[in-house]
């Protein structure tokens, strides 16, 4: 479905690293499933610095996933150094890893995850509330960051009431509105269709350029390419680590 | 600490958006609740409508007067020691006012004797038995905590004199006379004719086993001559200073002793009684009905907990992908348990209030058609059962906000 999405590396901009923000090293993480140990990550290294835009590639089974949940801190590697903006992050505690994800990490989900029951102003708001700020700020950024992805009109709506894009669209000021170190995003097209999914590429890309740092997660090379970095996964391992062409 | 208070507004507004898109199930959830808490509250108020039925019973034996008979109030064990005292005779209560007025700063007032016996009133066609009929002296009129409905109470001369003339209660004369006055008429006590010049009023019963309104009252001579003074009689003794009764007892003893002209270190062959004995014979009935009754309400309560903890439950397996979510948005441990208890509690509270209101269209009800029933609400109810909500709505919607609160973020998110 993605087969319509072009790959747009001409022309377009490339922003130079800035600094470290994320420093993986030699990371393995080990699951038991009832009597079975399985491997998901069997010694990654991974940098990434401000202003990147990367995408995370592999099969299921490669150990893709894993890696998001690592560097987005909802999971600690077993064994492995993980520094984030220079701290160390890979034996933190929970509500600790929870302080690092609201301050520092923008989550965009395939399946949108929004209460279904707020409206998308109470929604992009949700995060600023965890992070402790009073109504009057958390409105006012929060209108600031929808009306960023072009849904300043649509802040009392409900989610039933928006489209899929919309909802991404949603989703990703929900990311935006703590102004987060990275922006990771899985499969962020995963669920919609395909002029839509050109869409919300395209937001990224917008993203990119006003100097944000995206990582996304996917399975399909089309997506991929809208990225300057491609790690590529397979069996736990990295399997290749450099520019999109 | 402001965002400890951003966290709990949120979570309010979700609790109450929760509840509104699953009316069906909070509204069911909170019926256990309701059911509850009218049950508790409901014992809560019969409980206290017992204890003001009680101390009304009491405050008719009056707080400031002591019976001097020949048995204690109570249960006796050792009957051998009392049962051959003399009787206490009438005279014994003329003795006792001499010794009173010779007595300086005396605490007690007077002695009224009190013979008394059960009697069937007649009159014409018209019969009530169970007539409790005393016989007494004009001083009655002083310990007496009634008002006259018509007509007055026989004087000195009349009782001294013994004219057959006679008091009734309310039930009495609504018996004998319904819809007309009493007075002037003439009613057979046992056969014996009495004039009756004086009707009380309404007074109700003690503890529902005494009817203060089925009494008749007449002179102590002409009770003597009706039905004899045999069986022995009762001395009523007034204090003076009812907030010094301990005193005043310790009084009477001597003042009945001397009455007696009993020797000293004989042992008192009377006893002093008063409503304080009464007291303490009760209150251990009253506990036993309060821990009884609301054990057996707190029963009804319990299941309407586990109902709010099984529908937490509900709640957390639905909501596992929103708390993911939540988590992944940087909701501490804190956050989500918080989020669910107050679910829980917020459940518990509309229920605890809908059952108090209930409570108290139910005891208005329950007084309205029955007005004898000792039923009372009363302000602390409100509170009690605001207080047992939230206490039962955090013990319930503990076990499963703690588990949703620990959830790893991963696994929440993935599920489906």
């Known amino acids: 479905m993605s087969s319509t999405i072009a790959p747009a590396t001409a022309g377009r901009v490339t922003r130079p690293a800035g600094p470290l923000v994320i420093d993986i090293a030699d990371v393995s993480k080990l699951y038991k499933m009832g009597t079975e140990i399985i491997h998901a990550l069997r010694g990654v290294t991974v940098e990434i610095r401000r202003n990147e835009y990367l995408a995370i590639m592999g099969p299921s089974g490669s150990g893709k996933s894993t890696l998001m949940n690592m560097l987005g801190c909802l999971d600690t590697p077993t064994a492995g150094r993980y520094e984030f903006n220079g701290k160390n992050v890979a034996h933190m505690a929970d509500d600790e890893l929870a302080d690092i994800r609201n301050r520092e990490i923008g989550f965009v989900f395939q399946t949108f995850n929004l209460l279904p029951r707020s409206t998308a102003l109470a929604n992009v708001e949700l995060p600023l509330i965890y992070a402790g700020l009073p109504a009057s700020a958390r409105r006012e950024r929060a209108e600031q960051s929808l009306t960023s992805v072009g849904l300043g009109e649509r802040m009392s709506h409900k989610p039933n009431e928006l489209s899929g894009g919309q909802r991404q669209r949603v989703a990703i000021a929900r990311a935006l509105v703590n102004n987060p170190s990275i922006i990771l995003a899985d499969e962020p097209t995963g669920n919609l269709d395909s002029k839509t999914g050109v869409e919300i590429m395209a937001l990224f890309e917008q993203l990119y350029e006003q100097g944000n740092t995206i990582i996304v997660v996917t399975h399909e090379e089309d997506i991929a390419r809208h990225a300057r970095r491609i790690v590529r996964l397979r069996d736990g391992l990295i399997e290749s680590d450099g520019p999109a062409l | ?416």
């Not at chain 2, 009530?128 to 004087?155: C, H, P, Q, W």
């Not at chain 2, 009523?236 to 002793?257: N, S």
């Not at chain 2, 009993?262 to 014979?281: C, H, T, V, W, Y």
Request: glycine content about 10%; some cysteine.
């Open chain 2, 1 to 416: 600490m402001a965002r400890l208070i951003y966290e709990l507004t949120e979570s309010f507004r979700i609790a109450f958006a929760q509840i509104r898109a699953n009316k069906l199930r909070s509204a069911l959830t909170a019926l256990g609740v309701i059911i509850g808490i009218v049950a508790v509250t409901l014992m809560g108020t019969a409980i206290r409508g017992i204890d003001t039925g009680f101390q009304n019973s009491l405050n008719m034996l009056g707080d400031d007067i002591l019976y001097v008979g020949k048995w204690p109030w109570g249960n006796v064990e050792d009957w051998w020691n009392y049962v051959g005292r003399p009787p206490i005779k009438p005279e014994d209560a003329e003795k006792l006012n001499v010794v009173f007025a010779d007595t300086p700063n005396s605490l007690l007032d007077l002695a009224v004797p009190m013979v008394g016996r059960g009697t069937t009133a007649k009159y014409g066609d018209h019969k009530i038995s169970g007539v409790m009929t005393f016989g007494t002296s004009a001083d009655y009129g002083r310990i007496l905590n009634a008002d006259f409905k018509e007509g007055r109470l026989f004087n000195d001369t009349e009782a001294v004199a013994g004219r057959p003339v006679c008091v009734i209660g309310f039930d009495i004369a609504e018996a004998l006379f319904p819809g007309r006055s009493a007075i002037g008429e003439e009613i057979f006590l046992n056969g014996h004719p009495n004039w009756v010049i004086g009707v009380l009023a309404k007074q109700g019963s003690f503890l529902g086993l005494f009817n203060f309104d089925n009494q008749a009252i007449m002179p102590i001579e002409s009770f003597r001559k009706a039905f004899g003074t045999r069986r022995g009689s009762e001395i009523r003794v007034k204090v003076r200073d009812k907030t010094r009764l301990v005193e005043a007892k310790e009084e009477l003893v001597g003042a009945m002793r001397r009455a007696r002209a009993q020797l000293p270190g004989e042992r008192d062959n009377f006893s002093i009684n008063d409503q304080g004995a009464i007291k303490a014979q009760l209150d251990p009935i009253k506990q036993g009905i309060a821990m009884a009754g609301l054990f057996i309400t707190g029963l009804s309560l319990f299941v309407g907990a586990i109902g709010i903890m099984n529908i937490t439950f509900v709640s957390v397996k639905e909501r596992t992908k929103e708390i993911g979510t939540r988590k992944a948005l940087g909701a501490r441990r804190r956050t989500i348990l918080l989020q669910f208890l107050i679910e829980a509690v917020s459940i518990c509270l509309i229920g605890g209030l809908v059952g108090l209101s209930l409570t108290y269209f139910l005891v208005l009800a329950v007084g309205a058609i029955f007005p004898a029933f000792p039923i009372e609400f009363s302000i602390s109810l409100v509170f009690v059962s605001v207080i047992v909500s939230v206490v039962v709505g955090v013990a319930s919607g503990f076990a499963p906000a703690w588990g949703a609160s620990r959830l790893d973020p991963v696994v929440a998110l993935r599920y489906e």
